[in-house]
């Protein structure tokens, strides 16, 4: 852990441009799609993140031939040999992430059978996967969970089922998805979650040849189709990365410029960051400023002076406050006048980085109490999901030890904006979510560096 460290010399505002490229919790599926093709599929924008290695290893285990393509960021899947590739090296922990899951619909719609090892994914909640498990059973797969991990078979194939989700899952969406689109007859689901990530995993489906129709009210109906064939697809840029450097530049008073953020996926993000009392412009190359023909699409987010204000607010599914953006914005809410407070209603404990915060200075406080305006799965179950920040706080420089990806953001953030030089440790673990994030510090202007 020693060389796993980054020297943070806050109290500089970050300032300049950065651009976003696929989303990660997009781009992962994408990858897992093509499987189902019975011809290649090109992917482009693939940012250098730890997730997209891990599940292109499992690929090439399951036979797929993963190449880079012409472009920077292009990947080219051709999953013409997985009927033939040996399945023994399978038995690879999935590492960081929660992806290989997601292998089982695709896996048993090509070989009849599959090995899924134990996921790994962030420690901010027990993240069970009984919703993946009884979709898969009710597609008509046999599910024999193993401490080494998932073993399925569906030798009859799968049939179409009518599943509704206790809670708007999107993984256990995105399993019902890439299970349906090739099962017999058709699948509906309902309580589904409707994130841009999964409707942007149905544009590519749709592109494979799928029959995928979206209700109103979370209704989402497939009609199985014997065949797909590749897609080629540029994915959606990576919100919860846009609207982390935003939570930096307001936590730092600074102004940063994000090239590929786009408006429609952020705006409940956008609305918050306003009320904060950040200031943002939006720049769309469909619809340049006058006089500036060349500008290239994104969002600008600065800190205009003066104080912020506390604001409350409450995670949720889409369109909510996404949950992944709540960490790097505490940060912010640190240093508004007044009582913020955020109510965690996705994750049963997504709150603990809260105490690094207060041992730099913040002044948080954590209930078991649900203090939004609805009532959560979590109330009187013992979970603390609930926060109180109260502000501005003068944050000082701490050595900070990284629990999960967006808590090492923001502990990145508030190491940036305190008084003072911090050691950030397990910082190796942002790369699985935020593709060269050191260089971007350092496009910012940010005063950090390996000892
Ligand atoms: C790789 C990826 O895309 N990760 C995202 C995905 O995670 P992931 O797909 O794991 O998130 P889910 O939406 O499934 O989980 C949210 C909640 O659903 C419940 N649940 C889920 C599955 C299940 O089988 N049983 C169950 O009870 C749990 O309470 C869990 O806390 O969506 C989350 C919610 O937007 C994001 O924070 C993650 O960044
Ligand atoms: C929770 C997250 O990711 P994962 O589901 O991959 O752990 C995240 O991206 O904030």
Known sequence: MTDDVLVVHGGTPLEGRIRVRGAKNLVSKAMVAALLGDSPSRLFDVPKIRDVEVVRGLLGLHGVKVTDGTEDGELVFDPANVESASTDQINVHAGSSRIPILFCGPLLHRLGHAFIPDLGGCHIGPRPIDFHLQAL??????VDKRPEGLHLSAPN??????????????GATEQVLLTAVMAEGVTELRNAAVEPEIIDLICILQKMGAIIKVH????IEIQGVPKLHGYTHRPIPDRIEAASWAAAALATRGHVEVLGAQQADMMTFLNIFRSVGGEYEVTDARAPKLGDPGQE?????WHPGGELNAVALETDVHPGFMTDWQQPLVVA???????????????EQRLGYTEALNSMGANIQVYRDCLGGTPCRFGRRNFKHSAVIAGPSKLHAADLVIPDLRAGFSHLIAALAAEGTSRVYGVDLINRGYEDFEAKLADLGAHAERP
Do not use: C, N
């Open 297 to 301: 699409g994104g969002i600008r987010f």
């Open 333 to 347: 809410l640190t240093q508004a006048r007044g009582l913020s407070i955020v109510h965690e209603t996705v994750y």
């Open 157 to 170: 194939g799968l049939h179409g089922t009518k599943f509704a989700l206790p809670y708007p899952s999107v």
């Open 216 to 219: 109103t009210d979370r209704v």
């Open 137 to 142: 059973r009710e597609f008509g797969a046999t």
